[in-house]
């Protein structure tokens, strides 16, 4: 075999992977075009003239100059509807990249706070789940996040908004401007969450030090880690990630068009994965990071040269780190293996 061939057959080996999403901001898949859609469809008035135009601005120098844009594009949604196209695209796109399970990050506040109702939001969001299921075999879960950058108070309000629907979330996380707003403010809605049995995960170490990684362990008692790649600068931190396989869900292009790290080959999941952390491979905002689970799986693999092997641990990693039952797991890891062994990796 040359090396495009081998190439060519590692690329279609890792497409083809199954493979769960564990971080993805619903929110951050509203492609360009969805949103002028959907703004004529509400009446509302864009400052981009054109869909190239806003593409144009998607230009990051960090996760606040992200933000902004993000939060801009996501007050297009006002209907149930709207929810249920977002969420729809977005199943059809993942379904294509061979991901089989879901877990959807949603920001209620981003919408509560232009008065569109919780129900509007999980309803819509709910009706594309189940659609997902039916028509595409995708299962999945919802996240409750909440915004870092507003109070815990506004947080503990968003928790209870959200208790008639609590059978349609599996956990609650923490996202939106990390720096400046440690894990431990929102200690007390965490211990509410957990009170109420809800799954417990939280964004740090994004730009964050690795203090906040150890908050959010120690203080907030989360299960997962979103982005942690901060943690490699402490190695005790290290050292308890690998011992309780604390899964990590890494997004490496958000990563580089976020500017944590400068090119892809740079990128420490590799060094991470080969040390026994749980490291997972994930889109985070897909329609602004320039691309879909499986994009973010082939640029990784090529820019850090993983083998076959390591490209299927990750995959592997992504079901141990899901919030699903351990039938549901003894179900995906032997499609996997099936997957594995009929390709002989
Ligand atoms: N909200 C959407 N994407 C995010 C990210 N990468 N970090 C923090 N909050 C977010
Ligand atoms: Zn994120």
Redesign the pocket.
């Known amino acids: 075999m040359t090396d495009t061939t081998r190439q060519a057959a590692l690329e279609n080996f890792v497409r083809g992977l199954p493979k769960a999403e564990l971080h993805i901001?619903i929110?951050?898949s509203l492609e360009p075009e969805l949103i002028f859609e959907l703004a004529q469809r509400n009446g509302i008035t864009l400052s981009y003239p054109s869909v190239d135009a806003l593409r144009a601005a998607y230009a990051f120098t960090d996760?606040q100059s992200?933000?902004d844009i993000?939060y801009a594009g996501a007050s297009v949604l006002l209907a149930e509807q709207d929810f249920f196209d977002m969420a729809m695209a977005y199943f059809r796109r993942a379904h294509a990249d061979n991901v089989v399970h879901a877990e959807l990050f949603f920001?209620p506040q981003t919408h509560t706070e232009r008065g569109v109702a919780m129900g509007t939001v999980i309803n819509g969001l709910a009706r594309a789940q189940e659609q997902a299921r039916t028509e595409l075999g995708v299962e999945s879960g919802l996240i409750l996040c909440f915004l870092r950058h507003l109070s815990e108070q506004d947080a503990l309000d968003t928790l209870e908004q959200a208790r008639p629907y609590l059978d349609r979330i599996v956990g609650v996380g923490l996202?939106?401007?990390?720096v400046g707003h440690p894990p431990e403010k929102f200690a007390r809605v965490f211990a509410k969450a957990r009170e109420l049995g809800l799954r417990l995960v939280a964004?740090a170490g994004?730009e964050g030090p690795p203090e906040y990684v150890w908050s959010a362990l120690d203080v907030l008692k989360v299960e997962r880690i979103d982005?942690g790649v901060q943690s490699i600068r402490d190695p005790r931190l290290l050292d308890r990630l690998v011992t309780t396989r604390m899964p990590l869900t890494v997004?490496p292009l958000?990563n580089i068009k976020?500017c944590v790290f400068k090119h892809l080959s740079e990128h420490n999941l590799a060094d991470m994965l080969r040390m026994g952390v749980c490291v997972t491979i994930n889109s985070?905002?897909p329609a602004y990071f320039g691309g879909y689970m499986n994009q973010n799986f082939v640029a990784t693999v090529n820019a850090l040269d993983l083998s076959a092997a390591e490209a299927k641990q990750l995959a592997a990693n992504s079901f141990e780190a899901s919030f699903i039952t351990p039938e549901q797991r003894a179900g995906y890891m032997a499609r996997l293996n099936q997957y594995s062994q009929n390709l002989g990796a």
């Open positions: 901001h929110e951050g996760l992200f933000l993000y920001d996202d939106s401007s990390e964004h994004e982005h997004c958000s976020l985070d905002d």
